[in-house]
């Protein structure tokens, strides 16, 4: 295990001490963009903690742990203290995969800690994909992918067409219209699909977080776009899909197309 100061952390804050394995240095770790993002957010998180909290303590005379803005703990001053990284998952030479660390994060009054292990992944996009035959207005098919997921211990799971966003520059609805392609053949256009998780955040206090959904904070800074679309389809193109074998072969991919249908 090697160790470095995380540089450029917020001025006026204790030096934050960063653990690395064998297997990765620090300026790949550094470059790593669900790092980068994760340490980000939570930099701009403990600075409104910071900036927000003079403000409000002549409110709280009453000494409730609940501020009236109704944070619960810009009276805890937390601060990040040590970083330490337990393991570096790469896919191939060039690209790190995942990122399993230990932060200290702890308040400045009372030295309380949060509960600090963070799975990095990064982002991801999901696609509802419905297709409905054009000789046929009720009838609706959803667009399922089938494949081996170990993690849940199927070697045929169904899920909706999905993915990890890889290109530092894609933005979601880039991301999404790839993974159709990809996992499904179907080429849909970016115009083509509906932000849904936009209903989930439109009124998200936090406009530092991704504008996505986090299915599991508690553990993991996975943020997942939710995209539906819906196309008009001649019903022989719509029973081709079935059965379809797709997926990056380089990425180990080996995905089967399937239908449910809708009504």
């Given at each position: 295990?090697?160790?470095?100061i995380?540089p450029?952390?917020?001025?006026?804050s204790?030096e934050?001490?960063v653990t690395?394995p064998?297997?990765?240095?620090k300026?790949?770790?550094?470059a790593?963009r669900p790092?980068?993002?994760?340490?980000s957010t939570?930099?701009?998180?403990?600075?409104?903690?910071?900036q927000?909290r003079?403000?409000?303590q002549?409110?709280c005379d009453d000494?409730?742990?609940k501020?009236?803005n109704?944070?619960?703990?810009y009276?805890?001053?937390?601060?990040?203290r040590?970083?330490a990284v337990?393991s570096v998952e790469w896919?191939g030479p060039?690209r790190?995969?995942f990122?399993?660390?230990?932060?200290v994060v702890q308040?400045?009054i009372?030295?309380?800690?949060?509960?600090g292990?963070v799975f990095?992944?990064?982002?991801?996009v999901?696609?509802?994909?419905?297709v409905r035959?054009?000789d046929?207005?009720v009838?609706?098919?959803?667009?399922?992918?089938q494949q081996a997921?170990?993690?849940?211990?199927?070697?045929?799971?169904?899920e909706?067409?999905?993915g990890?966003?890889?290109?530092?520059?894609?933005?979601?609805?880039g991301?999404?219209?790839?993974?159709?392609?990809?996992e499904?053949?179907?080429?849909?256009?970016?115009d083509e699909l509906?932000?849904?998780?936009?209903?989930?955040?439109?009124?998200d206090?936090?406009?530092h977080l991704?504008?996505?959904v986090?299915?599991s904070?508690?553990?993991c800074?996975?943020f997942v776009?939710?995209?539906?679309?819906?196309?008009v389809m001649?019903?022989r193109?719509?029973e081709?899909l079935?059965?379809?074998?797709t997926g990056?072969?380089t990425?180990?991919e080996n995905?089967?197309v399937?239908?449910?249908v809708?009504?």
């Amino acid at each position: 295990m090697s160790s470095f100061i995380l540089p450029d952390w917020i001025a006026g804050s204790p030096e934050v001490e960063v653990t690395i394995p064998p297997n990765v240095t620090k300026d790949q770790l550094l470059a790593f963009r669900p790092f980068k993002n994760w340490l980000s957010t939570l930099r701009q998180s403990i600075t409104k903690q910071h900036q927000q909290r003079p403000q409000q303590q002549h409110r709280c005379d009453d000494h409730s742990q609940k501020l009236p803005n109704g944070h619960p703990n810009y009276d805890s001053l937390y601060q990040l203290r040590r970083i330490a990284v337990r393991s570096v998952e790469w896919a191939g030479p060039r690209r790190i995969l995942f990122v399993l660390l230990e932060s200290v994060v702890q308040s400045a009054i009372d030295a309380r800690p949060l509960p600090g292990i963070v799975f990095l992944r990064g982002g991801s996009v999901a696609i509802l994909m419905i297709v409905r035959p054009d000789d046929d207005p009720v009838t609706r098919f959803v667009v399922m992918t089938q494949q081996a997921r170990v993690p849940a211990g199927s070697f045929a799971f169904c899920e909706i067409p999905a993915g990890m966003i890889d290109d530092e520059d894609d933005a979601f609805v880039g991301a999404a219209a790839t993974e159709i392609r990809e996992e499904t053949g179907l080429v849909v256009r970016r115009d083509e699909l509906v932000d849904m998780t936009e209903l989930a955040v439109r009124d998200d206090k936090d406009d530092h977080l991704q504008r996505a959904v986090y299915p599991s904070p508690g553990g993991c800074d996975e943020f997942v776009a939710l995209f539906l679309c819906e196309k008009v389809m001649p019903r022989r193109e719509i029973e081709r899909l079935r059965g379809r074998l797709t997926g990056n072969r380089t990425e180990g991919e080996n995905i089967q197309v399937r239908e449910g249908v809708l009504g």
